[in-house]
């Protein structure tokens, strides 16, 4: 399932982006960036086509969704 970035983005640290972006030379664009909701797991990619090619150089971070969504509904609050 499809997520949209800006849903959980307050929930990522700005500087995962730049020291993934510096450890692997890819350039992160917020626009591009893709996230999906499967297994269990939240994923950020660096963007769809980094996703539809399974390519874990371009997998940003992995997270469990359970933890995700309680952060989440703690932030509604």
């Known amino acids: 399932m499809e997520i949209d970035f800006k849903d959980i983005q ?25 996230c999906v909701a499967e297994n269990g797991r939240i994923q950020i990619w660096l963007n769809k086509q980094a996703y539809d090619e399974s390519d874990p150089e371009r997998l940003i ?15 509604i609050k």
Do not use: H, W
């Open 10 to 34: 307050p929930l990522v640290p700005g500087y995962l982006f730049n020291e993934y972006g510096q450890l692997t030379g890819n350039y992160v664009r917020y626009a591009d960036i893709y």
């Open 61 to 75: 971070c992995d997270y469990d969704e359970k933890i995700v969504r309680e952060m989440i509904s703690k932030s």
